[in-house]
């Protein structure tokens, strides 16, 4: 399940936001790609901060709503793959998008990504959390474990 919203006027003409309140239903990173790909989709790849404003927009909507949204990050489509750890690039770098997407386009928490090994990417979406140095946990993102369940 989860929640379609179409744009017939910007870039992509679909998003679908999937929030489980119940924790048993909600995936690790390849889990959720997979899901996004056999509706037809991909997981999410932000290439500017009119889209990023745009998914911020519907996530207020769905909070809104009344849907009993809390806290809970999304999955989106940045990720690293370990074997490029032994390139001389900086760690940020070796960040890519699963759609094959060349945006250099990124809304990083403050002092994220961590790297180490943490390596697929969501998108904070936690109203009650008490601020950190970057401020309240909503909408930036930060580099998670693969397995972890979003």
């Not at 995936?27 to 899901?35: P, T």
């Not at 690293?80 to 809304?107: H, M, Q, V």
């Not at 403050?110 to 309240?136: I, K, R, W």
Request: glycine share 10%; proline share 5%; hydrophobic share 30%.
């Amino acid at each position: 399940s989860g929640q379609k919203v179409c744009y017939g006027d910007f870039k992509h003409s679909c998003y679908k936001l999937a929030y489980f309140q119940d924790l048993s239903r909600r995936v690790g990173f390849e889990e959720a790609r997979q899901a996004c790909e056999m509706d037809g989709g991909a997981l999410l790849s932000l290439e500017s901060e009119a889209e990023q404003q745009l998914i911020e927009n519907m996530l207020q909507n769905l909070t809104k709503s009344g849907s009993g949204i809390s806290d809970g990050d999304f999955w989106i489509g940045l990720w690293r793959s370990g074997s490029e750890l032994a390139t001389s690039s900086p760690c940020p770098n070796l960040y890519k998008w699963a759609d094959g997407s060349i945006s250099p386009f990124r809304n990083w928490y403050t002092d994220e990504p961590s790297c180490g090994s943490e390596a697929c990417v969501v998108m904070y979406h936690q109203p009650t959390a008490n601020p950190g140095l970057g401020g309240p946990y909503l909408y930036q993102w930060n580099d998670d474990r693969c397995n972890m369940k979003h």
